[in-house]
């Protein structure tokens, strides 16, 4: 079974950027698909970004495309999540996930803790 834990949440102004960082262990990281959901105060958790096992097909929230960026080091067993050109909105709990069978947008296998995210106007 995976554990996965994020790193990389903070406070940051409208406009500006943060990477967020999630580490795996206890299981073999490429055989994982990787993404990324998050869920605002009073709100259901939501996709956001997910990535294959190989790294090379990625899919996103249509809310995100442009402005988010995922991407994996299987080598370091770690996925990234850049947020670029932030908004007041994007403020939420953001969660690494993995999809060990099934892929699905709506829910995953495993999950991390969750990193705040807030973005000041």
């Known amino acids: 079974q995976v554990q996965l834990v994020e790193s990389g949440g903070g406070l940051v102004q409208a406009g500006g950027s943060l990477r967020l960082s999630c580490r795996a262990s206890?299981?073999?990281?490429?055989?994982?698909?990787m993404g990324w959901f998050r869920q605002a105060p009073g709100k259901e958790r939501d996709f956001v970004a997910s990535i294959s096992r190989g790294g090379g097909v990625t899919s996103y929230a249509d809310s995100e495309k442009g402005r988010f960026t995922i991407s994996r080091d299987n080598a370091k067993n770690t996925v990234y999540l850049q947020l670029n050109s932030l908004k007041p909105e994007d403020t939420a709990v953001y969660y690494c996930?993995?999809?060990?069978?099934?892929?699905?947008?709506?829910?995953?296998?495993?999950w991390g803790q969750g990193t705040q995210v807030t973005v000041s106007s």
């Open positions: 206890g299981g073999t990281f490429s055989a994982y698909i």
């Open positions: 996930a993995a999809w060990a069978g099934i892929y699905s947008v709506s829910s995953a296998d495993y």
